[in-house]
Structures are given as structure tokens and as C-alpha cells.
Nanobody
């Protein structure tokens, strides 16, 4: 099982930027499609961005044009560049395979808080 450690969250004003990182414990990372999820209080976890092993990306409509997902397979690391942040982007952000379900393994996540 690949261990995942998310980092890079914090408190930022609306319109600001953050870059999240997700370090994977295994080189199997390179062959996996990966995604960034977020979960706000009282809401279901949602997939906001994904990237295939070949680098093809897809985004939820709510973040398209503002967020960019990327990966460094040599370093087993996934990134999420978040620009033009909005208060509604506030959530705990997790990385995982796009097919991950609630009872699968999840890292601890990283908190993003956007103030208005």
C-alpha cells in the first residue's frame, strides 16, 4: 500500500495562491493515475483534479482555470497549484487514486483556509 503525505496547506486571503504537495512512499506512484480531493465540513469528499500516468489532466468545473495538477514521477510527488482562491475552496485536501472510496486508505490531508 502506498503511503501518502499531503502538505502545503495554510491560511490565505481570497485571490491568493497555494501549492500543495503529496509525497508517495513507493515508485509505483509513477504508473498510477492520481487525483486531488477536498472535503469541506458537512460536505462529501469531492475529486477536484486528476492526472494520468501519462500527464493527461482533468478538472472539476469549480476549479478549472484556477487549479493546475502536476506530477514529478522521479520524486514520487504530486502537486496542486491553486490560484485565485475563493472562500469556497476552504477544505481539507487529500491526494489519492481517482477511484479511491471512503473506506480506502487516506493520508492525513492538508487544511486550506481562504478568508474573504
Amino acid at each position: 500500500q502506498v503511503q501518502l503525505v499531503e502538505s502545503g496547506g495554510g491560511l490565505v486571503q481570497a485571490g491568493g495562491s497555494l501549492r500543495l504537495s503529496c509525497a508517495a512512499s513507493s515508485s509505483i506512484f509513477a504508473i498510477l493515475a492520481m487525483g486531488w480531493f477536498r472535503q469541506a465540513p458537512g460536505k462529501q469528499r469531492e475529486l477536484v483534479a486528476l492526472i494520468t500516468s501519462g500527464g493527461t489532466t482533468n478538472y472539476a468545473g469549480s476549479v478549472k482555470g484556477r487549479f493546475t495538477i502536476s506530477r514529478d514521477n522521479a520524486k514520487n510527488t504530486l502537486f496542486l497549484q491553486m490560484n485565485s482562491l475563493k472562500p469556497e475552496d476552504s477544505a481539507v485536501y487529500y491526494c489519492n487514486e481517482p477511484t479511491a472510496r471512503g473506506n480506502d486508505y487516506w493520508g492525513q490531508g492538508t487544511q486550506v483556509t481562504v478568508s474573504s
